[in-house]
């Protein structure tokens, strides 16, 4: 396998079961439990800002973006990022959050938040968010609450309990009914 035959796509239902399985390996069964994947269990991710890397035929890494909400602000969290064994450190993972933040941006989205280490998303051009500004709906080491900012100011904006976006509109919608 050469670097040169790793393709970037945009992710289509046919991957499903590949980043699932590679997910899998990644994170194990606990990563339902986790902040983010409750969060995620709130509605489907953005699939048009998500992102596999093939080689061949076979997905080797796998970025999903999901959008939420943080009070009346808006943005997208990254995440699960994962590759495969074999294809670790040859800059895929990099490349994929590139290629999200690329789009995401690309797509007017103010900023991505996610739940990672600082030293490998830093780098990326993520930062810490201030501790006690957002909150998750599990707990969560606030030192791997990151963000991107894409909008100058977009991630102050961000406040409150991060849920999904669609469960922002329903709340939204019922408050308005009431
Ligand atoms: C973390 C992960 C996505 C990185 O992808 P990758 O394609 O192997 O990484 P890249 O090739 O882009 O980058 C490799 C560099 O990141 C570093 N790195 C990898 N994981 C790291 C981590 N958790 N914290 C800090 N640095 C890390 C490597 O040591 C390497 O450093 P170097 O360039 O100085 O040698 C991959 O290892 C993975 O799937 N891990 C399991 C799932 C996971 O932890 N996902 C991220 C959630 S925080």
Redesign the pocket.
Known sequence: MSLADVKYLPETPAHDPEIEAINDE??GPGRFVLAAYKIREGGPHERALSFVAVDGDIVV?SVRMTRIAAGASRALML?????RPA?????????LVAIALGAAAKAGVPAVILV??E???GPLGFKRIPRGQISMPRPVDLDRLLSHEIVPGAVAGLVGEVCHADQARVAAHVAAMA
Not at 79 to 83: E, Y
Not at 87 to 95: A, H, S, T
């Open positions: 990644a994170f890494a995440g699960p990022l994962a590759v294809f670790k450190n040859l800059g895929i993972g990099r490349r990672g280490d030293p490998y998303y």
